[in-house]
């Protein structure tokens, strides 16, 4: 599966085990995005991860409206065999990888990285042709 069509805003299905969206790069895609994923999560029954995946998807998408000035893109994978795992990717223009770093209590910013890292079960990034995606994996309950 490849990045997202960045010329283009809207919602890509490619198959039932994945739906993609592109969000413009301004305020409301945050909340956008957090009620795309948790409708799809109902979908697909995953009522379980809905709260958890919508704050650590609000937290990336956040970050991407911080440092980057292009389209956003979000994507779930559904779990397919054992163990049993969500996939969630948001995709950006910017190529600089992001970095957990320590902030400190009068800061303002910069926990974002680290909930994700401590919410989930695995996360990472990687670079792409048009940027870069940010992707963690929640474990479905059984």
């Known amino acids: 599966m490849g990045l997202f069509a960045w010329d283009v ?14 969000f413009p790069a301004d305020p ?8 795309a994923v948790r409708g799809q999560l109902h979908g697909w029954g995953l009522d379980s991860l809905g709260d958890l995946a919508v ?7 956040t970050n991407a409206l911080r440092h980057a000035s292009g389209p956003i893109g ?15 990717e948001v995709s950006d223009p910017l190529p ?27 996360w990472g990034s990687r670079p792409g042709d048009r940027g870069k995606t940010v992707w963690f994996e929640l474990a479905v309950p059984s």
């Open 9 to 22: 805003i809207g919602v890509f299905d490619i198959e039932d085990d994945c739906a993609e969206w592109t």
């Open 96 to 122: 600089e990888l992001p970095r957990e770093r320590d902030a400190r209590p009068e800061d303002e910013s910069g926990r974002g990285l680290q909930l994700v890292a401590r919410s989930s079960r695995r």
């Open 55 to 61: 704050l650590l998807v609000s937290e990336l998408v």
């Open 28 to 35: 409301g895609a945050v909340r956008t995005a957090r009620s």
């Open 74 to 88: 979000v994507r779930l994978l559904r779990p397919e065999g054992l163990p049993a795992v969500l996939l969630v």
